[in-house]
């Protein structure tokens, strides 16, 4: 059994007080997984990235789309895990038509949820980060 979920981004938004971003993961089976302390900016790129707005992406994500397709690879999934107390992620890219896969560890699990989103990849979490409930208003 693996010790990752799929999830999906259900709440995007910006916790005024702190001036941070925060979102909701969840699991098909509605348990959640809350996310806070990211940049405002990756928090509009992902609000804007799920209501299916990609006219403009940040240089960084424009960056990584050239490499993987220079190098024939696809964004097939990131694993948000903690390390350390910090949200962190593994992006894992697959070859397309050849045995070249790519996995990019240890990144701002933010970033690679925007990424994710941007370009309809699986998001899976380690299941020590799922909650039954989380309020987000």
Known sequence: MSEYVEVSVSKIGIDQSRG???MILQTSDHHEVPMTSFSQ???EFIRRFSNGDRTS???VYKLIEELAEANMLYLENVEV?????????NIHFRGRGRDKD????????????ALAV???????????LIVDQVGLS
Request: glycine share 8%; net charge neutral.
């Open 81 to 89: 895990y903690s390390l350390g107390g910090i949200m962190r992620a």
């Open 41 to 43: 900016e990756v928090s």
């Open 57 to 59: 992406i940040p240089t």
């Open 118 to 128: 941007f370009y309809d990849a699986t998001i899976m979490v380690h299941k020590d």
């Open 20 to 22: 941070t971003g925060i």
């Open 102 to 113: 790519l996995t990019l560890k240890h990144y701002r699990a933010s970033d690679a949820i």
